[in-house]
Every structure is written in structure tokens, then in C-alpha cells.
């Protein structure tokens, strides 16, 4: 299995706190994602990066920002948690050809819940 | 832009019988198509892809699923299924490149009666 692990894997959190969700891979694979699963929609994408520093924009984005200051970790920010940020979030990442279409890799996933 | 639509949110078979998924694709380039499982409470797995070689595609765990660009479709089967395949399984599109990125179906949950 690839190494992905996700902290924490549970959160609950008040509407209008900051939450920092963490990915961390010991692949030194160049691409990670940020998904998040919610009933009815399948899986979106947040944000991504494709290397240190650099990042984009996913489907989803409004309301997230990422940062990745190493290879190995790439941190999901929600600067004002809302109710509609309930949800369940994976990290991926990708082979180092950085061919997404290669095969992703996911992690096990946080549930995050905003009361 | 690209899409994937997955027909039937919900799929009951009983053990032993055939397994049919059915994802249907848009896509204006030639695609590449994936199907992922997601066992409960765990990440996604790669069951097999479509990268335009061969059009019929076998995976792991028995599957098999056929790219057809006359139907813009690529339905997962299997022969027989098996208790331990049930899951939700998600029918995924890209168009390829190195910062191209998968775009989900909204997943089709597989239950598997004894």
C-alpha cells in the first residue's frame, strides 16, 4: 500500500473555526490531491499540487486553501468552517511520471463534521 | 468537458449471479477511463483503466469492463459475484496529460445478497 496517512482521521469543529487537515506520503510522489465525498456527488476535486509551492484549483475550491512547503505534506485549510463543509475528505497522490492518469493512490479519509 | 455518468445509484444482485455497472462518458478528446472501488470506511482502489490500448480491460478481483466509443460507454462486469464485492464502485474520466485530473461519477453501490 502506498504510504498515505491522513490526520486526523475524525474532527468535529464549530461553524466559523479555522480546521487544518494534513496529508503526508512517504512516496516522494510529485502530485497530491484533496478530494471531498459527499452522498450523491461521488468524489471532487478541492485543490492540487504539482510540486512544492506549486498548487491549483479544483472543482470545489471556494471556501479551501492547500499549502505545501515539502514534498511529503500537503495541508488543506478551512479558514471559516461552515455547516456545508461537512463532509468526508481524501488525500491522493500520484505516480512521480506525474500522469494523473496513471493511478492514484488514496488515502483513508477524515470525516469532518461542522456543527 | 469531460464527464461520466453512472446509471444506478443502487445495484442488488445475488451471490453467484453476473455484475453489470454501467458508466456512460462525455468527453471531446479520446479519453482515458478508470473504475475505483471504495470498501467501507477505506480510500479508493484502482480496479482497472482504460488508456487506449486494448478495449476490453480486465482488473483486479474478477472484473473486466470494455470501452465501446461507439456507445461512449465502459460498463464494469463481472461473471459472478461475490459476497466480498460489495462496495461502491465510481466510473472516472481524464484527459490524460500531467496536470489533467480524474473526474468522478457520483458512484454506484454494489449490495450482494447470499
Known amino acids: 500500500d502506498a504510504g498515505i496517512t491522513q490526520s486526523p482521521r475524525h474532527k468535529v469543529t464549530e461553524t466559523g473555526t479555522p480546521v487544518t487537515l494534513r496529508c503526508h506520503q512517504t512516496e516522494n510522489h510529485r502530485y497530491m490531491y484533496w478530494y471531498r465525498q459527499d452522498p450523491g456527488h461521488g468524489l471532487r476535486l478541492i485543490h492540487y499540487?504539482?510540486?512544492?509551492?506549486?498548487?491549483d484549483k479544483g472543482e470545489v475550491s471556494d471556501g479551501y486553501s492547500v499549502s505545501r512547503s515539502k514534498t511529503e505534506d500537503f495541508l488543506l485549510t478551512l479558514e471559516s468552517a461552515t455547516s456545508s463543509q461537512t463532509s468526508v475528505y481524501f488525500c491522493a497522490i500520484s505516480e512521480e511520471s506525474g500522469a494523473i492518469w496513471e493511478k492514484l493512490f488514496f488515502g483513508s479519509g477524515t470525516q469532518l463534521s461542522v456543527l | 468537458a469531460q464527464s461520466v455518468t453512472q446509471l444506478g445509484s443502487h445495484v442488488s444482485v445475488s451471490e453467484g449471479a453476473l455484475v453489470l455497472l454501467r458508466c456512460n462518458y462525455s468527453s471531446s478528446v479520446p479519453p482515458y477511463l478508470f473504475w475505483y472501488v471504495q470498501y467501507p470506511n477505506q480510500g479508493l482502489q484502482l480496479l482497472l483503466k482504460y488508456t487506449s490500448a486494448a478495449t476490453l480491460v480486465k482488473g483486479i478481483n474478477g472484473f473486466e469492463a470494455e470501452f465501446k466509443k461507439s456507445e461512449t460507454s465502459f460498463h464494469l462486469t463481472k461473471p459472478s459475484a461475490h459476497m466480498s464485492d460489495a462496495a461502491e464502485y465510481f466510473c472516472?474520466?481524464?484527459?490524460?496529460?500531467?496536470?489533467?485530473?480524474?473526474?468522478f461519477g457520483k458512484g454506484t453501490k454494489l449490495s450482494v445478497k447470499p
Open positions: 499540487s504539482y510540486g512544492v509551492k506549486d498548487t
Open positions: 472516472a474520466i481524464s484527459s490524460g496529460g500531467s496536470q489533467g485530473n480524474l473526474i
